[in-house]
């Protein structure tokens, strides 16, 4: 009988374990056949994508939270955004940034702030009757709900303009949605839409559906609401900033706690790319288009320079950010983890 040399620090059990590993992948390798016949295990459903509904932040001694009002894909970002430049400039720029061409997804995106001592909400979403409705919006009390609260815990509604996605979630079956708040809107804006002149614009314009929106919506609410011309105070940590030209009297909001800041900035922003890197293309939904451009610029650039975060309406959810300086115009930058420390 042969005497088999063992290599040193192997045992004859270790050589029974190689020899039969050896001999399961020769039969492996002899019946690749048998392998690919195996059927494949398809007893999962497909699920489809995940929606996420609310994202929280902590900004100093406040909570903030972003909340999805409506999602939908639409046409677009052109006329929405660069109305005055040719269809196929926009979409080059779209192309440019690895976006579809002629299709987008905006953000309709409230946001809520905890100062410890009041629950303040900016915008109330499209409701039953905005540019989203139901089913692909109006999300707003169920994603305040996913958000771990209750619309009567609600005790400030603030409107950065009266345009139907931000207006429509004030009533819900013909009642105040949140029924305790007091309400704030600028005193330009509020006096603009009560007056006679939206309802001169044709029907089929989006100034006359939100003048008539406003009149079923934010009218019945004047005697709880306060009016605030630029730079006044919602509560201790937030004041209001001028932002006019989306409409005659559209606000942004500084909030800051402990030296964090936030910029909730409404409609500064159709499309994260197209608006900030061409902040002087004419938006469609201003109605002063100069006026409009301006207030990009300014805001954008204030953004830019103080270095804050941004609570940006209508870019992708969870609407939060930064803005950088890129050549001529300016660069969306999304939150990571900045505000989690």
Not at 111 to 133: H, I, K, Q, S
Not at 237 to 265: N, Y
Not at 283 to 312: E, N, S
Not at 330 to 339: D, E, F, G, I, S
């Amino acid at each position: 009988m042969k005497t088999v040399l063992l290599p040193a620090g192997c045992g004859r059990r270790d050589l029974l374990s190689r020899r039969a590993l050896l001999t399961a992948a020769a039969g492996l390798v002899a019946a690749p056949a048998l392998l690919r016949s195996a059927p494949a295990d398809a007893a999962a459903p497909e699920l489809g994508p995940s929606t996420q509904t609310f994202q929280r932040v902590r900004l100093g001694a406040f909570e903030v939270t972003s909340l999805l009002d409506a999602s939908a894909m639409i046409d677009g970002p052109w006329p929405i955004v660069g109305e005055d430049r040719p269809a196929g400039e926009v979409e080059a720029l779209m192309q440019a940034n690895l976006l579809p061409a002629k299709r987008f997804r905006p953000g309709f995106s409230p946001t809520l702030v905890n100062t410890g001592r009041e629950l303040v909400l900016f915008d109330t979403g499209n409701g039953a009757n905005g540019f989203v409705p139901p089913p692909a919006g109006g999300w707003l009390v169920k994603s305040l709900a996913a958000a771990g609260y209750t619309p009567e815990q609600v005790d400030v509604v603030v409107l950065t303009h009266a345009h139907p996605d931000h207006i429509g979630g004030l009533l819900s079956g013909g009642q105040p949605t949140f029924p305790k708040a007091r309400y704030v809107i600028g005193a330009t804006e509020f006096d603009f839409w009560k007056s006679d002149r939206p309802l001169a614009a044709p029907k089929e314009s989006n100034e006359y559906g939100s003048a008539v929106m406003f009149r079923s919506h934010v009218l019945p609410l004047a005697e709880r609401m306060s009016f605030l011309a630029a730079d006044g105070e919602v509560v201790p940590g937030i004041r209001a900033v001028a932002a006019h030209g989306h409409t005659p009297g559209h606000l942004a909001f500084h909030v800051e706690s402990e030296g964090k800041r936030l910029l909730v900035w409404g409609d500064c922003a159709h499309h994260e790319v197209a608006s900030l890197a061409r902040p002087d293309w004419h938006a469609l939904f201003d109605q002063d288009k100069q006026a409009g451009a301006a207030t990009r610029r300014r805001i954008y650039d204030m953004a830019a320079t103080d270095r804050v975060a941004v609570a940006a309406y209508h870019t992708s959810f969870p609407s939060l950010g930064y803005v950088e300086r890129r050549g001529e115009g300016y660069r969306w930058l999304p939150v990571t983890y900045q505000l989690a420390l």
